[in-house]
């Protein structure tokens, strides 16, 4: 019961923090979505991200009733189940069918199948202490590979040189995020806490890096695309304006010979 006992004051404050930068990752696609709605449209979102980190947060949800008395990392992945639910359900709705279908697929295959084999297997196959130690490296292993993904923009990001579709913000807090609950990990005592933000933390450090490193670049092209522009926009303004002499040349031509004509039919 240490997460809320206060007699571990630091493992609390950091179980406290934990949830409220948590809390904040978890609101972080509102705009995402509001766009989403607006639009009538999913534009290309993908609805995975959103099927795993709901089947995460059952996952510890389930893990922390096992071990008991994990009040604080129940609480916010009750918000999380929630809130990714919320997401998932406005996803289906404004999604085209192709993708419908496909979110349906994944959300009964991991949230539905998986976490109901996982439930059922350990509840049966195991019990007590090896019960917890088992859910704890599934959420481990788990965790390992939500955290693996922003593998994909990472290399997104070295490839296009661009940090268009990783914002520093939501890179910051995720870091923020790793090391609180690493913290809080550590403080109780629980590697299948620990371990997996080390990881977190890792990949956070390394998207802010790549963001101080290419987060000029988007300003750079644009002021080359400008520049570009605009000696394009003069390269043209200057070939107006030699055709334009070459016309006043014709015409100033032709009227001194109509005048030279005239004078000689005269």
Not at 180 to 188: A, H, K, N, R, T
Request: aromatic share 16%; net charge positive; hydrophobic share 50%.
């Amino acid at each position: 019961m240490a997460g809320l006992s206060l007699d571990h004051p630091w493992a609390f404050t950091f179980g406290i923090l934990g949830n409220l930068i948590s809390f904040m990752v978890y609101l972080s696609p509102i705009p995402t979505f509001y766009r989403i709605y607006r639009k009538k449209s999913t534009e290309g979102f993908q609805s995975v991200p959103y099927v795993v980190a709901l089947f995460s947060a059952m996952l510890w949800i389930y893990y922390a009733f096992v071990k008991t008395n994990e009040y604080l990392l129940i609480t916010i992945n009750i918000f999380g189940c929630v809130i990714e639910t919320i997401y998932i359900v406005m996803y289906l709705i404004y999604a085209p069918r192709a993708a419908r279908v496909y979110a349906i697929k994944i959300f009964m295959l991991l949230n539905v199948g998986l976490f109901s084999l996982i439930v059922f297997s350990t509840l049966f196959l195991t019990k007590g202490h090896m019960r917890q130690k088992a859910l704890g490296w599934m959420c481990v292993g788990f965790a390992v590979s939500v955290f693996a993904a922003p593998l994909s923009i990472i290399r997104l990001v070295i490839t296009t040189k661009s940090v268009e579709f990783m914002p520093f913000s939501l890179s910051f807090f995720l870091t923020l995020s790793a090391v609180v609950w690493f913290s809080y990990g550590l403080l109780i005592k629980d590697i299948y806490v620990a371990i997996p933000n080390v990881l977190g933390f890792s990949f956070g450090v390394v998207q802010m890096v790549l963001y101080i490193i290419y987060k000029d670049v988007k300003v750079l092209k644009e002021e080359l695309k400008v520049s570009e522009e605009e000696e394009l926009a003069m390269s043209k303004l200057s070939e107006v304006k030699v055709d334009m002499k070459d016309l006043v040349g014709e015409a100033n031509g032709g009227e001194g010979m109509g005048k030279m004509g005239g004078t000689s039919l005269v």
